[in-house]
C-alpha cells in the first residue's frame, strides 16, 4: 500500500479592532509519495507534488445581534506526476448572520469558486444557503 509524508508550514494572524475581526494566512504542504517498488504504481515512488495558498477573512458586528463576514482564498498545487498539470484554485465567500431570540439564528451565505487546470475546462462554481440555527 501507498502513503504520502507530507511537510509544511503554515503562519496564520487574526486580530481585533472595534468591531471589526480580520486575519491573515499563508502556507505551504509537500506531500512525497511513498510506494512499494513492486506495486502497480511503484514508478511513481518519489513523486513530489506542492502546494501555496494565502487565505484572508474579515467581519464585523453590524449591531448587538448581527454580523457580516466575508473571505477569500488563492490556491497553487503544483502535481509532479509526469504528465500531470499543475491546478490554480481561488475563491470568495460571504455570510451574514442575525440572532432572532435566544438560542434561534439565522444565516444566509454566498460562495464563489473558480478553477484553472491545464488540459481541463476551467470551472466557476456558486453557491448559496439561507437557513435557521436553534442552540439548547
Do not use: C, H
Amino acid at each position: 500500500s501507498a502513503q504520502y509524508r507530507s511537510r509544511g508550514v503554515q503562519a496564520t494572524m487574526a486580530s481585533r479592532y472595534g468591531r471589526w475581526t480580520y486575519g491573515v494566512g499563508i502556507g505551504y504542504d509537500q506531500r512525497k509519495l511513498l510506494a512499494p517498488l513492486l506495486s502497480p504504481i511503484g514508478s511513481l515512488n518519489g513523486i513530489t507534488d506542492e502546494s501555496y495558498y494565502l487565505f484572508l477573512t474579515a467581519g464585523r458586528q453590524l449591531d448587538a445581534d448581527s454580523d457580516l463576514s466575508l473571505s477569500g482564498y488563492v490556491n497553487y498545487f503544483d502535481n509532479g506526476a509526469p504528465g500531470a498539470s499543475d491546478v490554480q484554485s481561488a475563491g470568495l465567500s460571504a455570510a451574514y448572520s442575525r440572532r432572532f431570540w435566544r438560542g434561534l439564528t439565522g444565516t444566509a451565505a454566498a460562495s464563489l469558486n473558480a478553477f484553472d487546470q491545464d488540459g481541463f475546462n476551467s470551472q466557476l462554481i456558486g453557491s448559496a444557503l439561507v437557513g435557521l440555527r436553534y442552540n439548547f
